[in-house]
């Protein structure tokens, strides 16, 4: 036998080879996940609820801490006669004061030492929180969600802030909250959570600025505390400027030498605010942006970009100032070039359904681009943006992705890894993170790989949401 026959053989074993490996392994793919799929095909929707509510799921990257709040939990912690200390009071009445300056807004609340300085008139068309009759209690929670048709995005960011306040500026408050809603998020499966959030206008019970340094320690300690660390959810924080404010590119600069100086706490930097208000327009910050990089190194830009109704180059423009990950993206779908650069890259498209539905931007969700994102490479995760407004929570983010776009079980996966994969935590806790991603991965394999779904899935104990009940038909608890 010539060596040329002999190579010849030898190559077209080992490409033979090849083929049966490839194969071998496309088919146990196949059946690693036929739990999976029998699941999907079997299940009731409260059992594939119970189910996602189960999974485990990486990180919430994209997360307005304040409006994070469910109403219920605002409400509970406000009007708690165990904490000590302040005391609200919300408008139930315009009464047309001669000496009022305040937004023509219902439900507004303030705290007791601004109360005591209103003149009797303007204290007429308030009423102490904790006193609310039934009626006005459920007025008051239904007027920060967004839980009724006609509600959008005019309600959402004209006035729903207007509302909440000064229940905003009270640290033992927030702080406490800030927990609750890690303890929520820990029972859905979440372990890492990056909130948008400040320490500079908090304000003590006499109404009294609390310096941002104090401000900060009243996070920081909170989140010391046993309970918050018995969530198993590690918190790091963005801080946020609105992008069309006058002042935003002198907001900008003290943003980054804030986040330069709390590290331990503080990963990243955002831009918020509407995008339909060109005053925000992305390359504004360009020059801001740059100056920035020469003189800090080393902070995570996560900036909303593309969140318009109309096509445009809003996500390029955005990448442009340095952003790693981009809030919303949906009209990237219109920018064929950047959807090609972003294939495969290291930049993330933060995926928020249920915000992209309730603010009209998608109101038929079936048509949204986040299943071509995905299955074209963009990475991109699930997270819940401003989920008390939308009374829901990180389970409904993953069932209306699953029903919709008929996930598979590595892109589920896939989602939950880049979530902290693209998060801005310290390289080691980004490194704990995936290690006990894939463990918990692991074993939810090996739970229900197993058989007897159906009896497992009974001992998971959800709390569904508002958000549930009213899309979904979905009642599993409260939330």
């Known amino acids: 036998m010539t060596r040329s ?6 190559c077209s074993f080992w490409v033979s080879s090849l083929i049966v490996g490839l194969w071998s392994l496309a088919i146990y793919a196949q059946s690693s996940t036929h739990w999976f799929e029998t699941i ?58 001669s000496d009022s300056s305040e937004p023509l807004v219902l439900f507004r609340t303030i705290q007791r030492s601004t109360y005591s300085k209103l003149s009797d008139c303007r204290k007429s068309e308030y009423h102490p929180l904790a006193q609310l009759s039934p009626q006005l209690k459920q007025q008051w929670l239904s007027a920060i969600k967004l839980d009724e048709k006609g509600e959008g995005r ?4 004209e006035v729903i802030g207007l509302r909440l306040n000064e229940l905003f500026r009270d640290p033992n408050l927030v702080t406490e909250l800030l927990v609750e809603n890690m303890k929520r998020f820990g029972g859905e499966g979440l372990r890492y959570l990056e909130t948008q959030a400040g320490a500079a206008n908090f304000i003590d019970q006499e109404g009294n600025p609390i310096d941002v340094e104090r401000g900060v320690q009243f996070l920081r300690d909170r989140l010391n505390q046993p309970d918050a660390r018995n969530t198993g959810v590690t918190v790091r924080f963005q801080a946020g400027i609105l992008r069309f404010s ?21 990963v990243g930097i955002n831009m918020a605010g509407r995008e339909d208000n060109d005053k925000g327009h992305a390359l504004r910050f360009l020059d801001t942006y740059r100056r920035m990089r020469r003189k800090y190194s080393g902070i995570g830009l996560s900036i909303h970009g593309g969140e318009v109704d109309a096509p445009g180059t809003q996500v390029r423009d955005t990448l442009l100032l340095g952003a790693t990950r981009i809030g919303h993206g949906i009209n990237l779908i219109t920018d064929p070039d950047t ?27 079936s048509e949204h681009p986040f299943p071509e994102f995905l299955r074209v490479g963009i990475p991109v995760n699930l997270n819940t943006d401003d989920r008390g407004v939308w009374d829901s929570n990180m389970t409904d983010e993953y069932y209306t ?34 290690r006990e991603y894939e463990a918990a991965i692991a074993a939810f394999e090996k739970k229900y790989g197993a058989g007897a779904w159906v009896q497992k ?3 998971v104990k959800p709390r569904s949401s508002g958000y549930a009940a009213r899309t979904f038909g979905i009642h599993l608890g409260t939330n």
């Open 154 to 157: 005019n309600e959402f960011f």
């Open 401 to 434: 992705a699953h029903t919709l776009f008929n996930l598979t079980w590595d892109e589920i996966v896939q989602m939950g890894r880049n979530s902290l994969t693209f998060s801005f935590a310290e390289p080691q806790v980004k490194e704990r993170l995936l």
């Open 339 to 365: 959807m090609l650069l972003m294939r495969n890259g290291k930049f993330l498209v933060e995926i928020n359904l249920v915000s992209n539905r309730l603010l009209e931007y998608y109101p038929d969700l």
């Open 5 to 10: 026959r002999l190579t010849r053989m030898n």
């Open 40 to 97: 999907k095909k079997s299940a009731s929707k409260e059992q594939l609820y119970s189910f996602l509510y189960d999974l485990p799921k990486g990180g919430d990257l994209h997360n307005h801490m304040g409006l994070s709040y469910l109403a219920e939990t605002w409400y509970d912690a406000a009007t708690d006669a165990r904490r000590k200390g302040n005391e609200f009071y919300t408008r139930i009445r315009i009464s047309n004061c």
């Open 457 to 459: 899935l009974a001992a």
């Open 246 to 266: 006058p002042q935003a590119e002198e907001n900008l600069q003290r943003v980054y030498e804030f986040v330069d100086k709390h590290r331990d706490l503080w």
